[in-house]
């Protein structure tokens, strides 16, 4: 008798725990699962048919009020000297760095990753204005707007343009679609799709950070 | 292709990070230091009674890290917002850690300086009988910890010392910054400043003889820390010299303009080069003299503020 309540005990125990670790391998699975659904946004900078109009830079700073002289996008004329004909163009923004350094050092987490779309952004009020992002930042992108007294970059117009379901605005004001955004991690998107067949580099990878954006370089015309 | 895709224009202007900062970084190497140098004194010698030396640098300290905490708060752009870190822990970023630890350190060097005046503070608290007995009960408990307040003050003025050394060598963007040997550098010149702040205020308030045991050790050690500080900046130029394409291009800044004027005249003449002369070029007597020993020490904290504002103007100066 003794025997056998011990062996109902262990029966008992033996099924309550497999009931527990198989629900709770299966919340991880479906939850790892949602993991996998989560946006990666990116974006591509075709220099082959940007031509440094800079309407993009126009309407960045109309749609997201940077304040006169302040840019969170900068058109960089790069075209070689030798070659004054051959116009080059390179856009300078946020590159949305998947191991972002200002998320990193940021000491108020002002400075964070938007948990629903995964965009690094800012909160304005929590920012205490230390410039450690701005000197932590390996692409020297980031800057204290002269209005709201907080460090501030490009977060593919999160609160303006995307929150009303719209492309950010430098994608909807360039008329030659030199600029492309989307979510990586959708294979059907349309930014997928341009990877997959063109050629692209990110800038300055040596740095670890796994940046978002991507530049179609010129191709290099004759020999 | 290669370097066509790349750009050169940043939204930052020159150097985000000025003096304000690299005066904090004086003022906290010469906290650290000063502590770090007279507890060790007292623990390798065995005093038991307070000394002029540990008077003085418990003052320094306290002294130090609290102005050094005006001026970090006063870079600010938002001043007034400050509180937010204490609220807002980052356990990523050096600077929350950075707070964390300075958050513990000032009360440490507040109650040793509560130790080292106790009865300077029970004098002039004499005249109110009743604070007086509220302050003698505090220290008697304080008192039981003692021991264990100075082995916690040692260890954490080192974390100080080399925090702030992490806190920009962590900036990928800059090679003079961005090395290992930042935080070392940070340590030994932090020692050799607070050594030459906690010798200075033993003599001048607390009237300890400049040829006494303990400054005597001060200046025994001073020679050995300078040594080592001149062998970590030369690695650290060394190791820029042998670097990569933009590690290279910084060398610049050791050998023209401002920053060179500034590391050359400041770090290196009056640094060490000012002491070393007083102390063995110009005879004994000289060297012995009152004006020698405040004059050596005022330079060596000079000296350690140019090399923080080289680094730090230098530092940012030169980007990838």
């Given at each position: 008798m003794e025997n056998d309540g011990k062996r109902r005990a262990f029966l008992k125990v033996l099924g309550l725990g497999s009931v527990t670790l198989g629900t709770a391998g299966y919340s991880v699975v479906s939850e790892a699962g949602k993991a996998e659904k989560k946006p990666h946004y990116g974006m591509i900078f075709d220099q082959n048919k940007?031509?440094?109009?800079?309407d993009c830079e126009v309407a960045c700073r109309k749609v997201n009020d940077?304040?006169?002289?302040?840019?969170r996008l900068y058109v960089e004329n790069k075209t070689d000297p030798a070659t004054p004909m051959d116009k080059k163009y390179v856009r300078v923004s946020?590159?949305?760095?998947?191991?972002a350094p200002c998320v990193a050092v940021c000491p108020s987490k002002?400075?964070?990753?938007?948990?629903?779309?995964?965009i690094v952004t800012m909160n304005p009020d929590d920012c205490?204005?230390?410039k450690y992002c701005i000197v932590a930042?390996?692409?020297?992108?980031r800057f204290i707007n002269k209005k709201t007294k907080a460090a501030e970059n490009?977060?593919?117009?999160?609160?303006?343009n995307l929150s009303k379901g719209k492309e950010p605005a430098c994608v909807e004001s360039c008329k030659y679609k030199a600029l492309v955004f989307g979510d990586?991690?959708?294979?059907?998107a349309y930014i997928n799709q341009i990877l997959h067949v063109k050629d692209s580099v990110r800038i300055?990878?040596?740095?670890?950070?796994?940046?978002s954006l991507r530049y179609i370089p010129v191709v290099k015309v004759g020999v | 292709m290669n370097g066509a895709m790349n750009f050169t224009y940043g939204f930052s202007h020159g150097v985000e990070w000025g003096w304000p900062i690299a005066v904090y970084l004086l003022l906290a190497g010469i906290s650290g230091g000063a502590l770090i140098v007279a507890l060790l004194v007292r623990f390798y010698k065995k005093q038991q009674v307070d000394t002029p030396l540990l008077k003085a640098a418990s003052l320094v300290s306290f002294a130090t890290i609290a102005l050094g905490m005006v001026f970090l708060v006063g870079?600010?752009?938002?001043?007034?917002?400050?509180w937010k870190i204490l609220i807002h822990y980052?356990?990523?970023s050096v600077m929350s850690i950075g707070v964390m630890a300075i958050s513990i350190y000032i009360p440490l060097t507040l109650v040793m300086c509560l130790y080292l005046f106790e009865k300077e503070i029970s004098i002039v608290l004499a005249k109110k009988s009743k604070r007086v007995g509220y302050f003698e009960m505090v220290m008697r408990i304080l008192t039981r910890f003692r021991p264990l307040v100075e082995v916690l003050s040692v260890i954490f003025a080192v974390i100080i010392c080399a925090y702030t050394g992490f806190l920009i060598s962590v900036?990928?963007?800059?090679p003079i910054l961005n090395t290992a040997i930042l935080p070392a550098l940070f340590v030994v010149s932090g020692l050799s400043a607070g050594t030459a702040s906690a010798g200075m205020v033993a003599s001048w308030?607390?009237?300890?003889?400049?040829?006494?045991s303990d400054l005597k050790t001060l200046h025994t050690i001073e020679w050995p820390i300078m040594a080592v500080e001149i062998m970590l900046i030369g690695m650290l130029f060394v190791s820029l010299l042998v670097g990569n394409e933009f590690q290279q291009i910084t060398t610049v800044a050791f050998k023209s303009g401002l920053y060179a004027t500034l590391f050359w005249v400041?770090?290196?003449?009056?640094?060490?080069g000012l002491p070393l002369v007083l102390n063995?070029?110009?005879?004994?007597q000289i060297a012995h003299s009152q004006m020698a020993f405040y004059l050596c020490g005022m330079a060596s904290v000079l000296g350690v503020l140019c090399l923080r504002m080289f680094i730090i103007y230098a530092g940012q100066t030169f980007g990838i």
């Amino acid at each position: 008798m003794e025997n056998d309540g011990k062996r109902r005990a262990f029966l008992k125990v033996l099924g309550l725990g497999s009931v527990t670790l198989g629900t709770a391998g299966y919340s991880v699975v479906s939850e790892a699962g949602k993991a996998e659904k989560k946006p990666h946004y990116g974006m591509i900078f075709d220099q082959n048919k940007c031509v440094g109009c800079t309407d993009c830079e126009v309407a960045c700073r109309k749609v997201n009020d940077v304040p006169q002289g302040q840019v969170r996008l900068y058109v960089e004329n790069k075209t070689d000297p030798a070659t004054p004909m051959d116009k080059k163009y390179v856009r300078v923004s946020c590159q949305q760095c998947e191991d972002a350094p200002c998320v990193a050092v940021c000491p108020s987490k002002a400075c964070h990753r938007d948990a629903k779309t995964g965009i690094v952004t800012m909160n304005p009020d929590d920012c205490i204005a230390c410039k450690y992002c701005i000197v932590a930042c390996p692409y020297d992108v980031r800057f204290i707007n002269k209005k709201t007294k907080a460090a501030e970059n490009c977060n593919f117009c999160l609160g303006t343009n995307l929150s009303k379901g719209k492309e950010p605005a430098c994608v909807e004001s360039c008329k030659y679609k030199a600029l492309v955004f989307g979510d990586l991690n959708d294979e059907n998107a349309y930014i997928n799709q341009i990877l997959h067949v063109k050629d692209s580099v990110r800038i300055k990878p040596t740095y670890g950070t796994k940046p978002s954006l991507r530049y179609i370089p010129v191709v290099k015309v004759g020999v | 292709m290669n370097g066509a895709m790349n750009f050169t224009y940043g939204f930052s202007h020159g150097v985000e990070w000025g003096w304000p900062i690299a005066v904090y970084l004086l003022l906290a190497g010469i906290s650290g230091g000063a502590l770090i140098v007279a507890l060790l004194v007292r623990f390798y010698k065995k005093q038991q009674v307070d000394t002029p030396l540990l008077k003085a640098a418990s003052l320094v300290s306290f002294a130090t890290i609290a102005l050094g905490m005006v001026f970090l708060v006063g870079d600010l752009e938002k001043p007034l917002y400050f509180w937010k870190i204490l609220i807002h822990y980052n356990f990523a970023s050096v600077m929350s850690i950075g707070v964390m630890a300075i958050s513990i350190y000032i009360p440490l060097t507040l109650v040793m300086c509560l130790y080292l005046f106790e009865k300077e503070i029970s004098i002039v608290l004499a005249k109110k009988s009743k604070r007086v007995g509220y302050f003698e009960m505090v220290m008697r408990i304080l008192t039981r910890f003692r021991p264990l307040v100075e082995v916690l003050s040692v260890i954490f003025a080192v974390i100080i010392c080399a925090y702030t050394g992490f806190l920009i060598s962590v900036l990928v963007r800059f090679p003079i910054l961005n090395t290992a040997i930042l935080p070392a550098l940070f340590v030994v010149s932090g020692l050799s400043a607070g050594t030459a702040s906690a010798g200075m205020v033993a003599s001048w308030l607390f009237k300890e003889e400049i040829h006494s045991s303990d400054l005597k050790t001060l200046h025994t050690i001073e020679w050995p820390i300078m040594a080592v500080e001149i062998m970590l900046i030369g690695m650290l130029f060394v190791s820029l010299l042998v670097g990569n394409e933009f590690q290279q291009i910084t060398t610049v800044a050791f050998k023209s303009g401002l920053y060179a004027t500034l590391f050359w005249v400041g770090v290196m003449g009056v640094g060490f080069g000012l002491p070393l002369v007083l102390n063995f070029a110009l005879g004994k007597q000289i060297a012995h003299s009152q004006m020698a020993f405040y004059l050596c020490g005022m330079a060596s904290v000079l000296g350690v503020l140019c090399l923080r504002m080289f680094i730090i103007y230098a530092g940012q100066t030169f980007g990838i």
